[in-house]
């Protein structure tokens, strides 16, 4: 059983930075694909990024794409990086993980994700 703790969360102005973090306990880390999604207020859920758990492949959702980047360190961390924030942007993310050992590609659909965080507010003012 896999535990996710999202931080890092914020108040920022358009264009600025925030760094997510989503720390993972209770399971074999490295062997979980690991993915970020995003819920506005009366929007549904979307698939943000994600990175498979050998660290060598990502995707990122088109609204994203050139400003986000999805990492993983060594531990039980993976990161979200989000540059040149937008108002658009604004949302509760949410980190998930899957176990990727025995499937192929990433997986950018939440309902292949087995885990979720509880989430962390992003806002971004103009």
């Known amino acids: 059983q896999v535990q996710l703790v999202e931080s890092g969360g914020g108040l920022v102005q358009a264009g600025s930075s925030l760094r997510l973090s989503c720390a993972a306990s209770g399971g074999s880390f490295s062997a979980h694909d690991m993915g970020w999604f995003r819920q506005a207020p009366g929007q549904e859920r979307e698939f943000v990024a994600a990175i498979r758990w050998t660290g060598g492949t990502t995707a990122y959702a088109d609204s994203v794409k050139g400003r986000f980047t999805i990492s993983r360190d060594n531990g039980k961390t993976a990161y979200l990086q989000m540059n040149n924030l937008e108002r658009a942007d604004t949302a509760v993310y949410y980190c998930?993980?899957?176990?990727?050992?025995?499937?192929?590609?990433?997986?950018?659909?939440?309902?292949?994700?087995?885990?979720w965080g509880q989430g962390t507010q992003v806002t971004v003012s103009s």
């Open positions: 998930a993980a899957r176990r990727g050992v025995y499937t192929a590609g990433v997986a950018r659909s939440g309902t292949e994700y087995n885990y």
